[in-house]
């Protein structure tokens, strides 16, 4: 950083302390470290400081970013960093909407509606209850392939036609759709096994490596199903919110980047993800 920056210091030092007491990981903290000191330069550039940090100078420091062409990744990133130190200074307001540029439909993959029966019918022709089972869930319940490896019997509640996606202490549900449903009771007939869901010939817990090889024979990858799967419900008109939250996705920038025209309140999940996913 610059000398005229050392005033920041002390500041982003008892950031880093925090980040160290919140488990995160040195590399997540020496990233946040060296976006917070970019950040202040240009504040100091800007006769501020991150002291006396602003909503309006979030705002301008991420328009600076877009229009220096900065990639999708790096922004993201940034505005990660300063969502976080929002939350260690215990003031949420400043990041709270913080509009990000919408990227263009070619920056987000998702599959076109042909390309969607396509793949469905390519994976059912091939018969592996397994792999027909993986893309529905994937598909409809937007999973990363992390999450899809990690589940477990108990994850299902078929009675409330219900995914528990757990990872730490965080936890949301996401409804499933019939044919998600269907596909799962299927595949879960064809192996005995007591915990994991998805498992190898040998009976072991299936791996990402092992998804993403899978899915390469159909021209896809995990990323662009979660992508379908969010694009659909925004396109069904389903609160941003309500897609955040299915997604697992914390920041609403990111989901934002979904849309297309203004939004409604849609309130019967269940009634929206079957239509949105319903073949034809």
Known sequence: MRNNSIEAIPLIHDFCHWLKEQKKSPNTITTYKRDLERFQEWLQEKKSDINHLTKDDIQAYISFLEQKQKSVATIDKTAGAIRTFAKFLEKPDLIFGIKLEPVTKEDIEVLSSDQYELLLTQVKDDGNLRDIAIVYLLLHT?????????????????????????????????????????????????????????????????????????????????????????????????????????AGIKDLNV???YVKSSQIKENSLGEIINNSFMEH
């Not at 992390?146 to 995914?163: A, D, G, I, Y």
């Open 142 to 246: 937007g999973l990363r392939v992390s999450e899809l490896c990690s589940l477990n019997r108990s994850s299902v509640n078929f009675f409330k036609n219900e995914l528990i996606v757990e990872k730490g202490e965080e936890r949301r549900t996401i409804p499933l759709s019939n044919d998600a449903k269907t596909r799962l009771e299927d595949y879960l007939k064809s192996h005995s096994s007591k915990e994991a869901i998805f498992i190898t010939k040998l009976g072991e817990r299936i791996t990402e490596r092992t998804v993403q090889y899978m899915l390469k024979k159909y021209n896809v990858n995990p990323n662009k199903l979660r992508h379908t799967f969010c694009q659909r419900l925004v396109d069904s008109r389903v609160d941003l919110d309500v897609v955040s939250r299915l």
């Open 255 to 257: 989901i934002k980047r």
